[in-house]
């Protein structure tokens, strides 16, 4: 026993001494060459997909046409969305991809305060090349703009005005991945989330005064169409060779490990704040009727909390990230180990990166 014991101690003092800028040069090493080479391949058949929509479908309601354009945001998205008319196609395409990388700098900044230059370098080079995250800024997504919106509400401590950068981004973009967090603010964020509520129901209710009932109605019918189609297994989305990272479409097998993500996920958000924030997480991309790759750039909330609770479980899924994306299973089984980390027994702080207010 001694000999064992003892054996764990040498591996844990290697761990613990490769912990540091060792493993932070490796994973921004890692990620450079594969993100770099992820932008390559899929750049020229993605680039401004998304914020090109955006654009499309704002300049629908600049032309004055009363029908939803169809998209899976709320009517209101395009109202707010309407700024990208004023530029080129092009101009809004790489205006997105700005915001986006502007978001990401900024959260790189905030989260890395204290360290050396060259560690926040390596992080931000780590951060930037994260598979989802060069998908999100090619594609000119939201789901940075969520995680901006939400990282008041993660890092701070509870209060009403944390939670109303949050009802914005619901009235916008009210995406089934973030229903887990909702969950977790119940029982950690009620003051955050009474401000969310409201946010977003005021949001709701000038959007349709402005708007019209019609186009919510329409709006109500494209989400609730997505869903039969994905609950029977034909949303295009939902197909495996998509690159869909969900349990979705369901059968025997993928509704067992379901019921398994949900009960870890609620377990963990009652037990503790930290790791049932990180649970909440990769609850909602598992659970979600479709996961594309660029979705699990909210991930980044997960990165600060997830050291403080599992330390070497966080690096190494950090280290081999990238690789495990190039396979819906790896990718999924690389989420579930990652949710199973916060079922650990012992408790942890939570984590805060603003102290006070």
């Known amino acids: 026993m001694t000999a064992v014991a003892s054996a764990q101690k040498s591996v844990a003092a290697v761990l613990e001494r490769w912990s540091g800028r060792p493993t932070l040069f490796a994973v921004a090493v890692m990620n450079a060459i594969t993100g770099l080479g992820l932008a390559v391949t899929i750049a020229a058949d993605n680039f401004g997909q998304d914020s090109g929509l955006f ?13 939803f354009c169809g998209f899976l945001y709320s009517p209101l998205t395009a109202l707010v969305a309407r700024p ?34 060259v560690d926040r370098l390596f992080v ?9 995250v060069v998908y999100e800024l090619l594609l000119g997504q939201t789901t940075l703009l969520i995680a901006a919106a939400i990282y008041p509400v993660a890092r701070r401590p509870d209060a009403f005005r944390n939670g109303i950068p949050f009802g914005i981004a619901l009235a916008l973009a009210p995406k089934p991945l973030l229903l887990p967090i909702l969950v977790w603010m119940l029982v950690w964020r009620r003051q ?41 297994g034909t949303f ?29 996920a609620l ?56 690789i495990a994306r190039s396979s819906p299973v790896a990718f999924m089984a690389w989420s579930i180990v990652g949710l199973s980390r916060c079922l ?14």
């Open 55 to 67: 654009r499309r479908c704002a300049l629908r309601l600049a032309d004055g046409q009363p029908d």
């Open 84 to 117: 990208l008319t004023w530029i080129s196609p092009t101009s809004a395409m790489a205006a997105m991809t700005l915001i986006g990388l502007a978001i990401v700098l900024t959260g790189v900044a905030l989260e890395t305060r204290g360290q050396a230059p």
């Open 124 to 132: 931000a080079i780590a951060t930037v090349g994260f598979a989802p």
């Open 192 to 232: 955050a989330l009474s401000a969310t509520a409201l946010t977003t129901l005021l949001l709701t209710g000038v959007g349709i005064s402005l708007l019209g009932v019609g186009q919510y109605q329409e709006w109500i019918a494209v989400l609730s169409g997505a869903g039969r189609e994905s609950v029977g």
């Open 236 to 264: 295009i989305l939902s197909a495996r060779d998509t690159g869909n990272f969900s349990v979705w479409p369901l059968n025997l097998l993928t509704f067992v490990l379901g019921s398994f993500v949900a009960a870890a």
């Open 267 to 322: 377990w963990a958000i009652v037990r503790d704040p930290s790791k049932g924030f990180v649970a909440s997480l990769f609850a909602g991309l598992l659970l979600a009727p479709y996961s594309l790759l660029y979705a699990f750039s909210i991930l980044l909330l997960a990165v600060k909390p997830s050291l403080e609770f599992a330390p070497r479980t966080t690096r190494v899924l950090a280290l081999i990230a990238n």
């Open 344 to 357: 650990t027994s012992r408790r942890s702080n939570e984590v805060r990166i603003t102290e006070s207010e």
